[in-house]
Every structure is written in C-alpha cells, then in structure tokens.
C-alpha cells in the first residue's frame, strides 16, 4: 500500500538480504483486482531516500551510529522525565504510514500511558475538516459511499483534487464510469485531471465555499431541491435556505460565471458522487466547505447507492489512524469527551480514568507552538510537511527530539536520536483505505539488521517508560488488533466482526462489521432502505449554522501581489522522501502563467544573448529563470517555468520540495485545527535585490 486507495500488492523478496525486489498488483485483492500505479511500485521496489540502517544519537552536533539499548535508554529518560514534569510536556506525531496496530498502541501509550494532550497521528494534516464535517452531518467520520458505488454514478465532481496524479487506479475507475456520463473538475489550476474532464471549473483561490453556496442557492431558487427526502432524513434546512447568499454574490466571490453556476447545478439532478481533496480540506474554512458539498449531496437527495459525499484520503492509513489512534476519539469512534466512553476506554487499558485527557488536544501545528520538552515522531517529516517551515525548524531545534522513520528525513537533521523503523513489505498488521476497507499486511521480507518495527519500538518504549501497558517486543500485531476491534464492539466504527482468519480467508472487509459475516457497502443505508444516522436524533443535520467561514488568513496586496497555491507531482508522494535520491534537492520549481512572468519581467534574472533574449543551450532549450519567492514567513530560491495551465495572479509549487513550507501560512481552520497551505500571499523577487522590510499582514476581506 502507498495511497489510502488501498491497492493490493504482491511484493518479492530479494534473493540474499534484505529488500523487495519486484512489486506487482495482485490480482486476487478485491480492491484494485490487479492495478496498481507506477509510483506505488517504484517507491515499494527502487525507493530513492537515503535508508537508516543504524540507530543514531547526536554529539557534538553530529548524529554518530550508537547501539539499540543505548538509544532507547535515552528515548525512555527524555520521555520518563518530562511526563513526569507533565504529560504535555511530551509530544508524539504520528502517521498514517503506520499499521493499525502501531497506530492503535501508539495512542495507547500517548493518552493511556503517558496522558498527553500533545499527540496527533496524522489527520489535522490532511482529513480533519472532511471528519469534523462528516461528524457534524451524520455523526460519524467516514464517506457513507464506497468503490462500488462509482460505476453507478452518472455524474462525479471532483472538487479541489487531482486524482489523476494522486490517486491514480482511483481515477481510472471515475474515467471508466465517466464514459457514460459526466465529469466536472473543480480547480483553480487546469491539472492532469482536468485533461480527461468534460468541464473544467477554474475558481479563485479560496473560493470554494463560495462555490458550494451558489451551487445550492441555485439548487433552491430553480426548486431543485429534494424536499421529501429532506423533510423525512434532515433537519436545519430551512435555516440554511434562508442563509445562503444570492447566486450573483456567491458567484462573483468564487471568481466565475453565473452560467458555470448553472452548469454545476445541472450535475446534481443525476446521481452524483462529489469527491474532495486537501484543495477544500487545507484551509481555514475546510470544514465550513466540506460541509457545504455535504450540503449539496443532502439537498439534492443524493445519498445513497451511485452518489454521495466522498472525501479522498492521502496517506495509506490516514482513515486506519482516525478509527484507532485515540486523537480525534476513542478507538471506535467513541466520543473523546463522554464520560461513560473515557471510563470504558480506561478499563480496558488498566489505567486511571483521570489519567486519559479529556479533550483532543490541539492540531500538529499548535503542538509545535506548545514548546513541549520532548517531541517524537513517527514516519512523519514536519521540517519538510508543515507550513511555516522556518518556526517549524526553530521549534525542533528546541526540544529533545526523537525521530522513528524508515528513510533520512529532513527532520532528521534536527533529531537527538534516530530510531530506523521498517516499512511496508517488511511489517505484518492491518490498514484501512479511504472507502472504510479493512486489509492484511504482511511482510515479504525481514527488516535489515538493525532496523525496527514501529510496533515493536513503541512497544518498547512503553515497557521502560510504563510497564505493563503494552507487550514486551517482539509484540505480536494480531493480538494487538484483537484488544482494537473488542474496544470497538457495539460503536459507530464497529470493527468487532473482522479477525486476522476473516482477511486472510476474504483478503479485505469494510467497516462497519458488527458479526463475522458483516460488512457494510453503503453507511447508514437500512435493510428496508430507510436511513439511520448516528446523530442524537438519527437525522442527518446540515453544516449551517455549526461552521463559520473566517476571512482567508492572507490576500494579495501591493507588497505581496500573487497567490501561492501547492500541489502534488505524479512521481512523487507526500515530502518526496522516497522519490528523491539526492540529499540536497534541486532548486524548487514555480510554475507561472506566461503573463504572470511577463508583468513580473524585473524580477526574473536569465542568462540572455547579445539580444538581450533568453539564451539557448545546445538543444535548443531556454536557460532557466531564476527567482526569490518571498512571503510573510520566508524566502525560498526558486526556478521559473512558464505554465498555461496556471491561471494569471497564481503560483504553483509542488507539495514534495522540502523548501516549498517555508512559504505557506500556519493558520488553521478554528473547527478542525487543519492548516490553511493551499493559499497565502507571494511575491517574486530579483536575486540581486535585497528583501525590503517585512510587512505586516492586510487585512483579509471576508
């Protein structure tokens, strides 16, 4: 697995040693039946990052290899001391690139046995506000469709994501289905996905919710609306019809036309599937707008088979971390903050009820702002991952610093102690794709000598720092997985029904499975076709007036007079560990509409010919233009690449460059806490200039 598609995989080992010497699809998986992209083999088979092999301990201001128990016996300290000061004084990040069983006794360990507020395992980066929108419309997380449901649709908008790149197997099968009906893209930027679209809707930057509300206002206007459907499964329609602005209004905020307007509503009178990414998620009204295309979906009457709301996951376990890892709830979904849950919880684990924390905490970005004393994450790279990279950088250098991973982060660079962890094709355990679909994984191979489960290092960390909560290493992951699924029994996220036999017998299950022969298609759907949400009153509610919509964070002004927005590459995943070999990168590469770089000439420096024109290599080619890419936060070196494809005003840079954080804005969403790196103000700079005086932020227009 490499996406939270959830594509199976066959790996082969090696001969002699250790590692994975050809990666196909398997066929027998019920999932991908066989597909599988070229990243997710490359990365599996011929990885390019530099591998740990070795635990490493910093001295003197150089990591030196040292010896597992020696590492570990620093770990424990750091860990035993600080905690003891205070739980928050410890930070734990974790990943959706660990098993459910790593993640699951990680959570353990951080709320159960140490008692922090301080822990986050992935989903404030990239699913919160799709979960805190899922919860407030159905009173569980997770997209109620599944895969089945995408050869039904007749219609799919795809919103602020680009599959084609990302999800790619995904993708085929919308393409497939698209055939005989209709595709619409929603992005500000004409990306690979809008290539095979039958229309491309290209907004403003950040004017999705904007979007969303013109969408629906004219769903109502034109009586669109699926009034019975509404009436018999949702309260707090009416409150929202009376909200919404005009058409006109709405429209013009969202930077389009009153007929792609239209355009849009005519979708929604078929069976439709909206599928969303991080463009609506990573933003400080993420959920305001998640909610909103739940809106829609609810308004329109489609929910159910062929149509729905459909958020798209990133990570392999990002969905796996929301059900186990006990940061947003309990495992099963319980309610973080119930008092009869927290008490079950803690009877389960053994350990004192006032000992769990009774709130989430904050999101990764405000875990940094804490200061904690110590800080350990876990296949996570935050020097290179989150926004603001240049504080995110002072904060590592003031904590302790503990860095578990497979590959040589940049974080890394910035680590007291490197604990080498292994990777997918060399763990056994579970995982869950974005469509709620439980797998095995298993190892074709042993890890190097030297290297580590990340089970059995949390494992061992919790035998030194709390002995007794988890098993001694090496741990056994099914049996962790068992203790997950019984604490799951009777709850919204019912895992109680899948056993390691059942995957091993059916390869995959989707949650919820209450028995041992359930498996849910299509959430809340009954057998007598009614619906059942899990909300108080079993109806689905709509997003208003539960979500504000802040003023975006930064708008371009005189002195920052462009917009930055990122993106993913086809050949690369998350920071680029896996897919780029050299240590140091190449520059970052900004892509620019021509008339952008036009208007910003002076700022461009270029080796150019007597005529003062570009000049050209051998082949013909252009020399590079290079840059300063400046923003409140930052300045990054860049080189230039004129691109149609990006609309006038707006910069592109890929999400993978270590460099491209220094730049983005760590406002976060007040709902979800998820961070707002889709969008921030920018400005080009000559080389040879001098950055002026920062200055300050304008004031955001709402």
Not at 187 to 204: F, M, R
Not at 530 to 537: K, Q, R
Not at 655 to 684: F, M, Y
Request: with cysteine; aromatic share 6%; net charge negative.
């Amino acid at each position: 697995m490499r996406c939270a598609v959830g594509c199976g995989h066959v790996h082969r080992e090696v001969e002699s040693g250790a590692g994975i010497e050809r990666v196909t699809g398997d066929p027998a998986h019920p999932v991908s039946q066989g597909l599988a992209c070229g990243r997710g083999i490359r990365e599996s088979a011929e990885p390019e990052g530099e591998w740990l092999t070795r635990p490493l301990v910093r001295r003197d201001d150089e990591l030196v290899p040292t010896t597992w128990e020696n590492a570990m016996c620093l770990v424990a300290s750091a860990v035993s001391d600080a905690a003891a000061a205070d739980p928050d004084e410890v930070a734990i990040l974790g990943s959706g690139q660990q098993t459910n069983e790593a993640a699951y006794a990680l959570g353990k360990l951080a709320r159960g046995g140490l008692g922090t507020r301080l822990y986050d395992a992935n989903t404030t980066l990239c699913m919160a506000s799709a979960v805190t929108a899922y919860y407030r419309a159905f009173g569980s997380d997770a997209p109620p469709p599944s895969y089945d449901d995408i050869p039904e649709a007749e219609s799919h908008v795809v919103w602020g994501a680009n599959p084609a790149v990302a999800h790619p197997v995904m993708f085929r099968w919308i393409t497939d289905s698209a055939q005989d009906g209709d595709l619409i893209v929603v992005d500000p930027v004409e990306t690979e996905s809008v290539a095979l679209a039958d229309e491309h809707v290209a907004l403003d930057p950040g004017g999705d919710l904007a979007l969303a509300q013109a969408v629906l206002r004219r769903l109502v206007d034109t009586d669109r609306v699926d009034e019975t459907f509404l009436s018999e499964n949702v309260v707090g329609f009416d409150s929202l019809r009376r909200s919404l602005p005009t058409v006109a209004d709405a429209a013009e905020a969202a930077g389009i036309s009153v007929d792609t307007v239209e355009r849009l509503a005519t979708a929604f009178e078929s069976k439709t599937l909206v599928y969303w990414g991080m463009g609506v998620n990573q933003s400080v009204r993420g959920s305001a707008t998640a909610g909103a295309l739940v809106d829609l979906c609810l308004a329109s009457g489609n929910l159910g088979p062929g149509s729905g709301p459909f958020s798209l996951t990133g990570q392999a376990n990002s969905m796996g971390t929301r059900v186990c890892s006990s940061k947003g709830s309990w495992p099963g979904h319980r309610a973080f903050d119930d008092p009869e849950e927290r008490a079950r919880v803690a009877d389960e684990w053994d350990v004192p009820v006032e000992r769990l924390p009774d709130d989430p905490g904050p999101g990764p970005v405000d875990v940094l702002r804490s200061d904690p004393t110590v800080l350990w994450t876990i296949a996570t790279n935050p020097a290179a991952g989150y926004p603001n990279g240049g504080a995110v950088r002072d904060a590592l250098e003031e904590t302790f610093l503990v860095v578990q991973d497979a590959f040589r982060t940049k974080t890394a660079e910035y680590a007291d102690v490197v604990l080498p962890a292994a990777t997918w094709g060399e763990t056994e355990g579970t995982a869950i794709n974005m469509e709620r679909t439980v797998s095995r994984v298993r190892a074709a191979t042993d890890p190097p000598t030297g290297v580590h489960t990340d089970l059995d290092i949390i494992c061992d960390v919790a035998r030194r720092v709390v002995p007794g909560l988890l098993p001694s290493p090496p741990a056994d992951p099914s049996k962790i997985f068992d203790e997950f699924r019984r604490l799951t029994a009777g709850t919204k996220a019912d895992c109680a029904g899948i056993t390691y036999d059942r995957l091993d017998a059916e390869y995959a299950v989707r949650w919820p499975a209450k028995g041992p022969t359930d498996s849910t298609v299509y959430r809340y759907l009954t057998d007598d076709g009614s619906w059942s949400f899990e909300t108080p009153s079993g109806l689905a509610r709509v997003s208003t007036p539960a979500f504000d919509a802040p003023a975006l964070p930064e708008e371009p002004d005189d002195t920052y007079d462009l917009t930055l927005t990122t993106g993913r590459e086809s050949d690369g995943y998350n920071t680029g560990v896996r897919s780029r070999g050299e240590s140091e990168p190449e520059p970052l590469v900004v892509r620019a509409a021509p008339e952008t770089l036009e208007a910003h000439a002076d700022a461009l420096a270029v080796d150019a010919d007597e005529t003062g024109d570009a000049a050209v290599d051998a082949d013909g080619e252009e020399s590079e233009r290079h840059t300063l890419l400046d923003t409140r936060r930052g300045t990054v070196p860049a080189v230039v690449e004129a691109d149609e494809t990006v609309p006038a005003g707006l910069l592109w840079c890929s999400i993978h460059h270590p460099e491209t954080n220094r730049l983005t804005v760590d406002a976060v969403d007040p709902h979800s806490k998820e961070a707002n790196v889709k969008q921030c103000a920018v400005r080009l700079r000559h080389p040879s200039t001098p950055r002026p005086e920062p200055s300050p932020v304008a004031e955001a227009s709402d």
